[in-house]
């Protein structure tokens, strides 16, 4: 299963990463962009860790899972 990572950078100097599972295969790194500064600039999110201030990175992550056996 595929999962976009959105990471940021907290009020509190923290790190903060948002998870989407299963994103659209076209997905461009100028959409994930617009959408990481919108939720900076709208202040979308309120965390633990803080509010997020600052985009710093994001990444596809393609998790592979292989079942050895089932009882």
Do not use: C, H, R, W
Request: net charge negative.
């Amino acid at each position: 299963m595929k999962t976009l990572q959105m990471l940021f950078t907290t009020d509190f100097g923290k790190s903060y990463t948002f998870q989407i599972n299963a994103p659209k295969e076209t997905i461009t790194k100028e959409e994930v962009l617009e959408v990481m500064e919108s939720i900076v600039l709208n202040k979308l999110l309120a965390t633990n860790q803080g509010t997020p201030i600052q985009v710093k990175s994001a990444k596809i992550v393609d998790k592979v899972e292989t079942t050895l056996f089932e009882l």
